[in-house]
């Protein structure tokens, strides 16, 4: 119940294209959705995160789009760009857990110029 | 800046031989944590502090072990290191249920 689940495992993107990740939870009491960037050598850094208050958050380029009644939530990243190839974690947390962050599995983003 | 300093970068060790990671944070956050992350996959928590509680995953071998001497600083571990514990180690930092914030993490090389 504690398990969030990534998809895709990898994904390639042409330069300009829509980049989307997808992620599934099971455990209701999860209230913080935050997504990782992560580029290879560096530690994973926030990129945008989510409550369940709302359906949708967007910074820039980034989208999340959060579905509550299906417990999935998405990243979305428009016009992508070679400097978004990096692995994508997403995230939730929960009061039951504390602090303690679930991860997804990852997605590595490869975007061709 | 504010931020979460690991040091150093890169630990090459022998097997067997122990060997001890830092981490530093400016932020002044209350919560500290260590995960090990492998190649490939999710950072996989090893054990966090809430000030100077510790929390132990139930997962974590006994091979881990950390100290938190004061707020900024957060030492692992690794009583005798074995070839499995090759990875990249990553501290992060938080305010109560708050976001983390992660270091640039230290790879471990283990000959």
């Known amino acids: 119940q504690q398990q969030v689940k990534q998809s895709p495992q990898s994904l390639i993107v042409q330069k300009g294209g829509i980049s989307i990740i997808n992620c599934a939870y099971e455990?209701?009491?999860?209230?913080?959705f935050p997504w990782y960037q992560q580029f290879p050598g560096k530690g994973p850094a926030l990129l945008i995160a989510?409550?369940?208050?709302?359906s949708e958050k967007k910074e820039g380029r980034f989208t999340i789009s959060f579905n509550k009644s299906a417990k999935q939530f998405s990243l979305h990243i428009m016009d992508s760009q070679p400097g978004d190839s990096a692995t994508y974690f997403c995230?939730?947390?929960?009061?039951?857990?504390?602090?303690?962050?679930?991860f997804g599995e990852g997605t590595q983003l490869t975007v061709n110029p | 800046d504010a931020m979460v300093i690991q040091n150093p970068r890169y630990q090459v060790t022998q097997f067997g031989k122990p060997v001890t990671l830092s981490c530093s944070q400016t932020l002044n956050h209350n919560v500290m944590y260590w995960y090990q992350q492998k190649s490939s996959q999710a950072p996989k928590l090893l054990f966090h502090y809430y000030d100077k509680d510790f929390n132990n995953e139930a997962d974590t071998p006994d091979n881990f072990q950390s100290r938190r001497p004061n707020t900024s600083f957060c030492f692992l571990d690794i009583r005798s290191p074995g070839l499995g514990d090759a990875a990249m180690y990553l501290c992060a930092t938080s305010r109560m249920q708050e976001t983390q914030y992660f270091g640039p993490g230290t790879r471990l090389l283990v000959l």
């Open positions: 995230a939730a947390r929960g009061e039951t857990s504390g602090s303690r962050l679930t």
């Open positions: 455990n209701t009491a999860f209230d913080y």
């Open positions: 989510i409550r369940p208050d709302v």
